[in-house]
């Protein structure tokens, strides 16, 4: 069996100016190339494309399950191909891999699920919308067809076709991820040269998915557009049915959409691969959920509460974008500062001066003195080491003294 396999990333790898160079020099040596599998922290899996010593990119997403199905049948984490074209404009090539594989996709085993501990019941969620299905019924069509190689009439194919292009541009899961790269090498091999031809254009359009361009999209585009939908409308009102007799209550209202938005971002802490920092970045955090391999219930999990925080927090007169990515590192940071108060645990820290920001004084020491008494906070810290890191960050802002004379208030810890 014969495989082609985009790589991508190219701009991104090369420490050389003149890409150009590079991409032409590749054109005319078709030289060999290594993928290699390595494990990151922002992006899971990812197989790395090298020539010579050189990193020359990465196996794109729509081909990754593939590239790992031929290492798992081979047992090896390094697999030997060949160039096989290469596109100046699009900054990436192909790579023909050779071997006997019985089974082009990927076992289930081939890559760790790091979703299958995460999940958001905590309120209604989105129904899909109704381009997601038109979107799931012609992904089927093509791949039917592409499957059969001529049961359809051309032009039926290639409208189904154009369609899939048009609506999976927002469309991040690992399933559709796989079924556009099932689509796009089933259209590199169809006998039609006329379908054949389509294989530049889809190859282009599948490909900006993971583009800063469509990362700034996501952003400005997407999500405002998400959570204007008459989906996000339905999913608020549903949140109001549910809480009817408080939301009619002045002095419930507000402690309710409170909770609510607690128990939101208290989920969205247990997200995987730390991207609760990008809770208010949505064009970078789907950029990372598109390589992590989100399944699509767990995308719709997602979306619906990330949505309705929003909803929620507008109710509340909270601005939309209160963390900028500087605060977001900032809080990273002082969490590695703080691990050794908190028994070396970096979350725990982290999750430590969410729930600190934007209290008082006094609220941030009966914090302090809980954490304590459940062996969350070690003792012998939690005064001046403690007092000093909140205190420089702007966390707390009392005096060292009244720290320490609220702290001697509530010393039952046990």
Known sequence: MKAIVQITGVQYACTENDIDAVMAAMEKEKPEVLLVTEQTHDYGIIVRAVVGTAYRGVVSRFDLELVLGMMHHDGTPV????????????????????????????????????WSQWRWTGAPLMDSNPDDCRLAISLKVVLAELNRCGSMNRQTLIEHLNLVTQLAKWDVSRETQEQLGRIRRLVCSHPDPEIRALAP??????????????????????????????EAAQMQQQWHAMHKAEMTDMSLWQPTITRQLQ?????????PAELCYQKDQFGTLMHRLLYLGIPRAKLLMLLSALVLRKQLRSLMGMADDDTSPAADEADRQLAIRL?????????????????????TSTEITSLVSMWVREKQICPAHCHRPLWRALHEAGIYKASESNWNQQLCTRKGWG
């Open 79 to 114: 697999l030997v191909g060949k160039v096989a074209e290469t596109d100046l404009d699009g900054r990436c090539y192909s790579v023909i891999l050779t071997g006997d594989y019985p089974d082009l996709c990927a076992p289930a085993d081939a890559t760790p699920d790091i």
């Open 201 to 230: 254009c889809l190859r282009h359009t599948i490909a900006a998915l993971g583009s800063k361009t469509r990362t700034r999209l996501f952003q400005d585009d997407y999500f405002p557009m998400l959570c204007k939908s008459e």
């Open 263 to 271: 128990a939101i971002d208290d989920c969205l802490m247990q997200l």
């Open 339 to 359: 691990a050794p108060v908190f028994y070396g645990k970096t979350d725990s820290a982290r999750n430590f001066i969410l729930l600190a920001r934007e209290r």
